[in-house]
DNA sequence: GGTCGCCTGTGAAACTTTGCACAAAGATTA
DNA sequence: TAATCTTTGTGCAAAGTTTCACAGGCGACC
């Protein structure tokens, strides 16, 4: 029986993007059939645990043969909304903010960054990767226009609540926060923490703190969690 | 009774350092004493579990009063050992590599970039705020002057296992990896991965999928975990 | 068509993490 | 000193997540 709302666990989204980038990979590589338990060994993810994963959204996969590649693929990416655009609009124009900007990643993803915003004067108007750097205040208005529903935040912390109630006034229904602070949003808006220094710190509890150096590249560390080739 | 080994839960590390940076702003504020009811209203982290956290590494606090600010600070530091200084090269000296070189944020945190590293023979040898970068393959070499232990990844996908092998072998402990890609390392090493376009595609799931626009400020969605202020 | 081997989807068990509730302990007041 | 208030640390229950294990479906081969 399938389910079709929206209470898988949060582990298993995080999961089912990893799924997703083995099967453009499998798709890329003309593999048109893939069972649980290869995956399975592709991903270092428990056959039982990806069927689980997938049950939450539906039944992909015939018995005695595996998941059609393509039609899973396809089926996860509409999932995940994957299926079709998102704008995004940045806010920070600093180092990490004109890095993302510049991101070459996002040609092959659904993701189009739209507009750039800063509150320094000396940075509005100044172009950055053919985008117009524009005055942060004036993103209620703009997007109006834009139509963006993602914002990214790569503010400095004691700016990041401002600039986030700007963009949930603008329309932002989704908001990635670069910033090292938490940010207060109203619960119809999706946030989610990228926190370089929380995660440098945690590899710092782990350091001098692993099994020890007894080799056998047995990768079963404290990994947070992987990814695809 | 408290426990001493590294048998915390990963939720639990997530959550003292958000700990630990609302702790170094109550010592900025010159606040002395707190209790766990207290950094509840502050952190949004109910104070049962702060307290079960902290119980994993020892008792801090006193009965009728609450904790110490000042020793806390210094005993969640010495727990995740950031009471010391620890070194970190950069492999990948391309948009976001460069911008993470320049972080700020870093002068006040215990992590000094020591090293910038690339394979591109037209950017070996530049300066990079104030790094020269560095022949990817002399790493293992170099770093034995450098003594680095940590290492962040910020190369193309493709390349992220050969140079996370390397950096292994170049005695790095700990690897922040950028790239979407799954690293594999031995069980001594600690690896975490921050992947950009993993956390916008969770955001995307969530679009349209939230409880509706009924206002009210009620922060209680699908965050991801917050930081302090 | 029957048999065999493989694979899915899922209920139930095991394990992990969170939240509750309270005994014990320090402070405060009288 | 006793009564009261506050807060910690923790055993236990609840909730959430992973893992196991198997019934039943599907294809291949004889």
Not at 47 to 54: E, M, P, Y
Not at 140 to 169: K, S
Request: aromatic share 6%.
């Amino acid at each position: 029986m399938s389910q079709e709302q929206g209470n898988a666990p949060e582990p298993t989204l995080a999961r089912l993007t990893r799924y997703l980038r083995c099967l453009r990979r499998l798709s890329d590589e003309g593999i048109q059939t893939i069972s649980s338990k290869q995956l399975e060994a592709r991903l270092g993810v428990l056959s039982a645990q990806i069927r689980k994963d997938l049950s939450y959204f539906g039944e992909f996969g015939k018995p005695g043969v595996g998941y059609n590649v393509q039609h899973l693929l396809e089926r996860l990416s509409e999932v995940m909304q994957l299926d079709r655009e998102h704008r995004a609009v940045i806010a920070g124009a600093g180092n990490l903010g004109s890095a993302l900007a510049g991101y070459a990643g996002f040609a092959k993803s659904p993701f189009r960054i739209v507009g750039m915003f800063d509150n320094n004067f000396s940075k509005i108007g100044r172009l950055l990767w053919n985008l117009e750097i524009q005055d942060i205040h004036e993103l209620p208005r703009i997007n109006q226009t834009l139509g963006a529903t993602i914002g990214i935040l790569t503010v400095p912390a004691n700016a990041a609540q401002e600039v986030a109630d700007i963009m949930v006034d603008a329309g932002i229904r989704a908001i990635l926060n670069f910033a090292p602070a938490h940010i207060h949003v109203p619960c119809h808006i999706a946030a989610r923490d990228v926190d370089l220094l929380r995660e440098l710190e945690i590899l710092s509890y782990y350091l001098d703190r692993l099994p020890a150096e007894d080799e056998a590249k047995s990768d079963t560390a404290p990994e947070a969690d992987g990814l695809d080739s």
